[in-house]
């Protein structure tokens, strides 16, 4: 696979004024594309498709890239939403992300200890990457005293 190829990403909707056009990032690198579908949620898109050295890649094969062991960038940042309300409660600057394991699990990781985080004496550890984002999601945003205090 190579990650360092060109690539576009072309989907629908988000915050066109238009929800049906078509809408067209290039990256340069394939990899990046790949993080920037699976990781920044700050718009709502359609289908998205990456297309790298002839080759389209669209939903469950997107996932697929990201999943992979060797795909780049296992220690990921992603992106938080930084809207008005984001900002009233906080939220803005992560204080955690996603680490890919070796066995293609995921740990949440605070960025600080570089230690999993640990809520009521449960490790954030070997967990499906759906599982991970959502708790990065939580913790990231202004639910993260909760979720530390009350657990999942």
């Not at 990650?3 to 078509?22: C, D, I, Q």
């Not at 490790?123 to 993260?144: D, F």
Request: charged share 25%.
């Amino acid at each position: 696979m190579d990650y360092e190829a060109p690539a576009e990403v072309t989907w629908r909707g988000g915050r066109s004024r238009n929800p049906t056009a078509l809408r067209r990032k290039s990256f340069p690198h394939l990899w990046q594309a790949v993080q920037f579908v699976i990781g920044d949620k700050t718009e709502l898109r359609g289908m998205c498709r990456i297309r790298s050295k002839g080759v389209s890649y669209t939903g469950e094969a997107i996932e697929a890239l990201y999943a992979r062991f060797d795909f780049p960038d296992r220690q990921i940042q992603h992106i938080v939403p930084s809207g008005f309300m984001d900002r009233m409660l906080g939220a803005g600057v992560p204080k955690y992300r996603l680490l890919k394991d070796k066995d293609s699990s995921w740990s949440v990781m605070c960025i600080n200890t570089e230690l999993p985080v640990e809520i009521n004496g449960v490790r954030m550890t070997r967990m499906g990457l759906k599982q991970a984002e959502e708790m990065l999601r939580v913790l990231n945003g202004p639910g993260e005293a909760d979720m530390l205090a009350l657990g999942p």
